[in-house]
Nanobody, 124 residues
Framework: QLQLLESGGGLVQAGGSLRLSCVAA????????MGWFRQAPGKEREFVGG????????NYADSVKGRFTISRDNAKNTVYLQMNSLKPEDTGVYYC?????????????????WGQGTQVTVSS
């Protein structure tokens, strides 16, 4: 069992930055690949990016590549999403998720555990 809790969301102007954190409680956080997803009102949940359990590989959606960076600190049971050059279309609820496999999946149904989400709003 793994419990995930996101934080760091808020309201920011276009061009600004935010850093989201996701802290895990439970055993063996380091064995999970971690993903970040987001969901805007009226839209499906979409993959933002992911990181392998070791942190040696990351993968990003084209829409955020070059602007967002995922990292993790297994000693702190925490994964981060650094978001720079934010755009209004980045607005949504951001979720972290854990997948008990090595590879990074873009499919939400591949993930075993989810956090409650944190709201990110980017004003124009």
């Amino acid at each position: 069992q793994l419990q995930l809790l996101e934080s760091g969301g808020g309201l920011v102007q276009a061009g600004g930055s935010l850093r989201l954190s996701c802290v895990a409680a439970g055993r063996a956080f380091s064995r999970y690949a971690m993903g970040w997803f987001r969901q805007a009102p009226g839209k499906e949940r979409e993959f933002v990016g992911g990181i392998t359990w070791s942190g040696d590989t990351t993968n990003y959606a084209d829409s955020v590549k070059g602007r967002f960076t995922i990292s993790r600190d297994n000693a702190k049971n925490t994964v981060y999403l650094q978001m720079n050059s934010l755009k209004p279309e980045d607005t949504g609820v951001y979720y972290c998720a854990a997948d008990d496999h090595y590879r990074i999946s873009r499919a939400p149904n591949e993930y075993d555990y989810w956090g409650q989400g944190t709201q990110v709003t980017v004003s124009s």
